[in-house]
């Protein structure tokens, strides 16, 4: 048999051509006919007496075929392990020669795995965030969770700021209502800023039945390209005007927490406890991060376009399937999973995949048993029976699997850690937690 190797136009790529020897082909169809003989049923013999003539007549064809599609795995097989070759994904096979008496012979086109060799770990810094919990960081805590649990009132006086205004209103630019410019009974809290700049102040001194016109401005960076910056005349009329009122600090509220006992002061301690927990995971989720991010900074890999492409497939089916999930229409999903904006986060993924790969590979690391229990404990903790969910996850190989995946990358993490330079930095909860969770205008109006 004989191969050849070429790089395609892809650093990557390789096209293998492999010739395999008519006589390997002819001596395997001599076999298989000679065995038919002595089982095949062929009308006019008795069984097993059919002349080895007759059955070349009929079956020759039909067992040349088999044979050809055998050795053509076999030999591929046989060709990337004598040339030292890591195909990634199956292989275009074209062109194919299998004329009888011609042998076979076939170009195979893919991908091989990229050789990784690491840089230096022992240069990478990663910043490991530290957060201690406060009293006051669980005053402002439980402040939140009144707020969730709050109940509007309706008042008859004029709106102020962390007032709900119940609204309709019609927006207008050039004098025609916008494309989704107009809306009935929408709920607008007075100082979230989650609409355009103007229009919630401008609500404040309204009262119900009374109409408001607002002379605002699109931002420039606005979301819908056709209206940044441009004037635009809302046509408010207001419907009602609430006043939140919170719940009060009492049995029946930290009950809906799950403190059936010890009042006040354990709720506290509760809370407290569980955003120390939060954090935690925060924390580890940063620093985690932060390594990545470092790795990916210090070693610039040849990334295979076809891993690019998988995971680029699998990030719009991610996205389309959680935007239906929330309502929206199939027509909006397809849109959005059209925008360019999965290249890019998608070979990082596969850098990182590939990296973490390499490390786990170099310096044998394993999911340890310990640390894979320790993960399904923490995760049990909030159920009742966590007894029953401790066995669910490890009578389950493939939940089983998901979790010792999670533990083998903190084995990668305490490694990378471990040989580079950690700067410890002090952070409060809501940098920990809520960094990055800024509100978003809406998109109306």
Not at 202 to 218: K, P, R, Y
Not at 375 to 396: F, R
Request: charge should be negative; glycine fraction near 6%.
């Amino acid at each position: 048999m004989q191969v050849s190797v070429e790089t395609t136009e892809s650093p990557l790529g390789r096209s293998v051509t492999v010739e395999v020897p008519e006589e390997r082909i002819s001596a395997e169809v001599d076999k298989r006919l000679e065995s038919m003989t002595r089982t095949t049923r062929v009308q006019g013999f008795r069984p097993g007496k059919a002349p080895l003539r007759v059955i070349k007549q009929r079956f020759a064809t039909q067992v040349r075929r088999e044979v050809v599609d055998k050795i053509l795995r076999s030999s591929f097989n046989e060709a990337i392990v004598q040339e030292n070759l890591k195909p990634i994904g199956a292989p275009m096979i074209a062109p194919l020669k299998t004329d009888s008496g011609k042998g076979l012979s076939y170009t195979a086109k893919f991908e091989v795995m990229p050789e990784i060799k690491l840089n230096p770990v022992e240069k990478l810094e990663f910043e490991k965030p530290t957060c201690e919990i406060n009293d006051d960081d669980a005053k402002r805590m439980i402040e939140k969770l009144r707020g969730q649990r709050r109940q509007l009132q309706q008042v008859k006086r004029a709106a102020k700021k962390d007032d709900v205004v119940n609204i309709d209103y019609k927006g207008l630019v050039g004098g025609e209502i916008f494309e989704g410019g107009e809306a009935e009974g929408l709920q607008v809290e007075i100082g979230m800023e989650r609409l355009i700049p103007g229009f919630e102040t401008g609500l404040i001194g309204a009262s119900a039945d009374e109409t408001v016109s607002l002379d605002l401005n699109f931002p420039e960076g606005y979301h819908k390209e056709e209206l940044a910056g441009k004037p635009v005349t809302f046509e408010i009329r207001v419907n009602s005007v609430s006043e939140p009122v919170l719940p009060e600090l009492n049995e029946e509220f930290f009950q809906a927490f799950g403190v059936t006992e010890g009042g006040e002061e354990a709720f506290h301690r509760e809370i407290h406890r569980h955003m120390g927990w939060e954090a935690e995971v925060a924390a580890r989720s940063r620093f985690r991060d932060s390594i990545m991010q470092a790795l990916y900074d210090a070693n610039e890999i040849e990334l295979p376009n076809i891993l690019v492409d998988a995971e680029v497939h699998r990030m719009q089916h991610q996205l389309a399937d959680n935007m239906k999930a929330r309502g929206l229409s199939v027509e909006d999903s397809r849109k959005a999973t059209e925008l360019p904006m999965f290249e890019e986060p998608a070979r990082r993924r596969v850098a990182l995949q590939l990296l973490v790969g390499e490390i786990v590979r170099s310096q044998g690391l394993t999911a340890k048993p310990e640390r894979v229990r320790e993960i399904i404990e923490k995760n049990a903790q909030s159920y009742e029976d966590s007894s029953g969910i401790i066995n669910w996850y490890y009578n389950d190989k493939e939940r089983l699997a998901e979790v010792e995946a999670i533990a083998l990358e903190d084995e990668v993490i305490d490694w990378v850690a471990a040989q580079g330079k950690v700067k410890k930095v002090s952070l409060s909860f809501d940098e920990l937690v809520n960094k990055g969770q800024t509100e978003e205008m809406e998109v109306n109006p």
